[in-house]
């Protein structure tokens, strides 16, 4: 099975930057997604990491470290509209399925 | 637009009824999901198809029965709906999961 570790809360300024952590067990592994969720929003995919090291996209950058069973997202310049949920989600060995962890909620304040 | 959409957004139904939400993707995808949100947010695989062919079925009451007619559409239809059956219900499809899945809106049920 899958099990996958992320803080249920963090909170952050407008400006700063903020690491959210993932920490995931599972009997197979073949990439780390990441999605945000507004409230009353459907997920929408922000990154993928198959491979070690850092990918960047704009403000968001994402990492991935095998060995360690760990990744994070990385979101820098924080905007009040990146208030939201983030999931961290593994994608199993087999390619063809995601299993998401719990969601950290990120707070922006002014 | 292109997208994937799923209707009602909102059902509000009494235990015991039947209801369906149907899903459609216009993005020519070969692969749509089902997933249930629960009140605490954690999101959770209900079935998945490839091509019209159910690929995965995770431990989900046979109360639950979706349905793919074509490969743009999988509907989920629910029989004698339960209180614990309330939650957000998120159709998705994906042609390359390592560039992610797309997802509906939502469904909001609502079981009283």
């Known amino acids: 099975g899958q099990s996958l570790e992320q803080p249920s809360e963090v909170t952050a300024v407008e400006g700063a930057i903020v690491q959210i952590n993932c920490t995931y067990q599972t009997s197979g592994f073949y990439g780390l997604s990441w999605y945000q969720q507004h409230d009353g929003g459907a997920p929408t995919f922000l990154s993928y990491?198959?491979?070690?090291g850092l990918e960047e996209t704009g403000r968001f950058s994402s990492f991935l470290s095998r060995s360690d069973s760990y990744g994070y997202l990385l979101l820098q310049e924080l905007q009040m509209k990146d208030s939201a949920s983030y999931f961290c989600a593994v994608l199993n060995n087999a390619g063809n399925m995601l299993t998401f962890g719990g969601g950290t909620r990120l707070m922006v304040k002014p | 637009d292109t997208a994937v959409s799923q209707t009602p957004k909102y059902l509000v139904t009494q235990m015991g009824n039947d209801k369906s939400i149907k899903c459609e993707q216009n993005?020519?995808?070969?692969?749509m999901y089902w997933y249930k949100q629960d009140s605490k947010k954690f999101l959770k695989i209900m079935f998945s198809?490839?091509?019209?062919?159910?690929?995965i079925n995770e431990t989900v009451p046979n109360r639950f029965s979706p349905k793919s007619p074509d490969k743009a559409h999988l509907n989920l239809h629910i029989n004698s709906l339960e209180l614990g059956d309330s939650a957000v219900y998120f159709c998705?499809?994906?042609?390359?999961?390592?560039?992610?899945?797309?997802f509906g809106s939502g469904t909001r049920l609502t079981v009283v």
């Open positions: 998705a499809s994906s042609q390359n999961l390592a560039r992610g899945y797309t």
């Open positions: 990491n198959a491979l070690d």
């Open positions: 993005l020519g995808h070969d692969t």
């Open positions: 198809y490839n091509n019209k062919e159910l690929i």
